[in-house]
């Protein structure tokens, strides 16, 4: 029984697809296609994942959290076992998730992860540490060789990304990113020289550039990331 179980879960798998990069790689993906019951938050394959397994039919499952203003809705996909799941890539300068899910317009801690700590406005977050995690390689802008800029954003696969900047008049569908594998967005620009802010808009959500270590606020406040151009006389001078 369990042999047959075991090859039952490998052929679902082959049917799946294992991606390569992205979503956590292949352990967190592998991870949320055959969880067979909702559990505590679990760190796997350099991501989180959240699982909820609810008592009665629901439509909408979702999480937010408190390093994004409670402002994003992360929403949960259900596995072959009917389980919903959520793998989550916090930025690398987080290292406690609080957080809350919204199950069908009903906002709750996870009913899954027993730590919880109270927040400002007296109601509960669930809480989860994250381990002490490597530095992956800056996927920062890149001025290339010409002076264009090449943009970069990692997230989950099959997600609509653009970029929305001050040299385009904060255009937010002028530049499309193209996922070149896996979870991995790109654009090139050309950007005159100077100091410019630019966002992501993933799936209509509004974020700075997790790998820019440079944040700055536009003059209404904004929260936005910012670009510093030698410019293209420069740039040709380093070569």
């Known amino acids: 029984m369990r042999f047959t179980k075991v090859c039952a879960r490998l052929m679902l798998l082959m049917l799946i697809g294992v991606p390569a990069s ?19 938050p679990r760190f796997v394959g350099g991501v989180v994942v959240l699982s909820y397994e ?3 039919p629901v439509r909408y499952v979702a999480a937010l959290f408190e390093h994004e203003d409670f402002a994003v809705h992360h929403v ?21 998730l609080r957080y809350r899910i919204v199950v069908d317009g009903l906002t709750m801690p996870d009913p ?33 060789d010409d002076g264009r800029v090449e943009f970069t954003y990692r997230g989950l696969p099959g997600q609509s990304v653009f970029l929305s900047a001050s040299f385009s008049n904060w255009n937010p569908f002028l530049h499309g990113m193209q996922e070149v594998e896996s ?30 270590p440079l944040p700055d606020y536009t003059r209404d406040g904004r929260r936005v990331s910012r670009l510093d151009h030698p410019g293209v006389s420069i740039v ?3 070569r």
């Not at 989550?88 to 290292?95: F, L, Y």
């Not at 620009?189 to 630019?198: A, E, I, M, N, Q």
């Open 22 to 40: 992205g979503s956590g790689g292949t352990a967190a993906h592998v991870h949320r296609i055959l969880l067979e019951e909702a559990e505590a």
């Open 54 to 56: 609810p008592t009665r």
């Open 76 to 96: 949960f996909q259900r596995n072959p076992n009917g389980i919903l799941v959520l793998t989550v890539d916090p930025p690398r300068d987080v290292h406690r």
């Open 112 to 144: 899954n992860n027993p730590d919880r700590v109270r927040s400002a406005s007296d109601d509960f977050l669930s809480v989860f540490d994250l381990p002490a995690r490597p530095r992956p390689r800056p996927d920062g802008p890149r001025i290339l």
């Open 183 to 212: 979870g991995l967005y790109q654009t090139t620009v050309r950007v005159r020289g100077g100091t410019h802010f630019y966002q992501f808009l993933v799936n209509n959500q509004r974020i700075t550039d997790p790998a820019n």
């Open 236 to 238: 040709n001078a380093r």
